[in-house]
């Protein structure tokens, strides 16, 4: 069974705290995604890759950064925590080039900025 | 960029009825349209997809149309059944330069009740 797995499940932290958070998927995908879901507003793109080493800003990529080092890891990267990046989570991969297009999700992780 | 509207926000249902979620989406390059399933503490799981090459696709209980000249496309979920309850999120992106960066509808909720 394929999978993402992103590191935690719940997080809380301080404000101005710098907070990583994980993503790991052991599918060979090429493209990689962290969105952040609120209710009523669905999932929003922060930000994506689609390479070791790239990364393109997504619709809200302000007060993030991120980091793909290795295909497999994906990590998003809260460089001063505020109290408005209190949020779930979600990471995901998908792979075009082989024809799948559909996204496989990891479990997210629900942030607490205190 | 692309937006996506999703209508209504919450449907509720009486089992065996039909529920029909309508999204719209702004980008005429867009070609490729997901709806995913997200069961409430779990991930969001993808359900069905269509290509515009095609006007609609089913998979048993759950169909979804296309009308690329209008830019809407619907989900049809027939003989509803309490299971069926989750919030559902239709999708939109243009498949270009190897990478599929999906921007999401805000969700329907959809409870169906015994």
């Known amino acids: 069974d394929v999978k993402v797995t992103q590191s935690s499940r719940y997080l809380v932290k301080r404000t101005g705290e710098k907070v990583f958070l994980e993503c790991v998927q052991d599918?060979?995908?090429?493209?990689m995604f962290w969105y952040r879901q609120d209710p009523g507003l669905g999932l929003r793109l922060i930000y994506f890759?689609?390479?070791?080493?790239?990364?393109e800003k997504g619709d809200i990529p302000e007060g993030y950064s991120v980091s793909r080092e290795k295909k497999e890891r994906f990590s998003l990267i809260l460089e001063s925590a505020s109290t408005n990046q209190t949020s779930m989570y979600l990471c995901?991969?998908?792979?075009?080039?082989?024809?799948?297009?559909?996204?496989?999700f990891g479990s997210g992780t629900r942030l607490t900025v205190v | 960029g692309e937006n996506v509207e999703q209508h209504p926000s919450t449907l509720s249902v009486q089992e065996g009825d039909s529920a029909v979620i309508k999204c719209t989406y702004s980008?005429?390059?867009?070609?490729?349209f997901p709806w995913y399933k997200q069961e409430l503490g779990k991930r969001p799981q993808l359900i069905i997809d269509?290509?515009?090459?095609?006007g609609e696709k089913k998979d048993q209980r759950i169909a979804v149309t296309l009308n690329k000249t209008a830019k809407h496309f619907s989900l049809h979920i027939t003989e509803t059944q309490p299971e069926d309850s989750a919030v559902y999120f239709c999708?939109?992106?243009?498949?270009?330069?190897?990478?599929?960066?999906?921007?999401f509808g805000a969700g329907t909720r959809l409870a169906v009740h015994p």
């Open positions: 995901a991969s998908t792979s075009p080039p082989t024809g799948d297009y559909g996204y496989t």
């Open positions: 599918m060979d995908h090429e493209n």
């Open positions: 890759s689609y390479d070791v080493k790239m990364k």
């Open positions: 980008d005429s390059a867009s070609n490729y």
């Open positions: 269509i290509r515009s090459n095609v």
């Open positions: 999708a939109a992106t243009p498949l270009s330069g190897g990478y599929n960066k999906l921007i």
